[in-house]
Nanobody
Framework: QVQLVESGGGLVQAGGSLRLACAASGRTDSRYTMGWFRQAPGKEREFVAA?????YYANSVKGRFTISRDNAKNTVYLQMNSLNAEDTAVYYC???????????????????WGQGTQVTVSS
């Protein structure tokens, strides 16, 4: 089992920045693909970004968000810049041993999930 704990969420004004962190513990593996997803009220959970040996981004965040990982700390980060109201959601960290490119943005391949952290952007 892998346990994931997100942190760093909060309230920020439009145009501002936040950095989310996801700390992994348990049977961690640096080869796992780590992903960030988000879910706004009344909407389905959607892909934001992921990282294994390369990075993946949703079109809606490309150029504004940056995903990175520190394997020594078993932590994945999501730096979010130029935030807008549409970025308001609960952000979830997830992990999977799967590395097939076309599957990365799909929630179903991720075996482990964190509890989520709320990000609210005020306009």
């Amino acid at each position: 089992q892998v346990q994931l704990v997100e942190s760093g969420g909060g309230l920020v004004q439009a145009g501002g920045s936040l950095r989310l962190a996801c700390a992994a513990s348990g049977r961690t593996d640096s080869r796992y693909t780590m992903g960030w997803f988000r879910q706004a009220p009344g909407k389905e959970r959607e892909f934001v970004a992921a990282i294994n040996w390369i990075t993946y981004y949703a079109n809606s965040v490309k150029g504004r968000f940056t995903i990175s990982r520190d394997n020594a700390k078993n932590t994945v980060y999501l730096q979010m810049n130029s935030l807008n109201a549409e970025d308001t959601a609960v952000y979830y960290c997830a992990a999977t041993p799967n590395s097939r490119d076309r599957m990365i943005p799909t929630t179903t391949i991720y075996e482990f999930w964190g509890q989520g952290t709320q990000v609210t952007v005020s306009s």
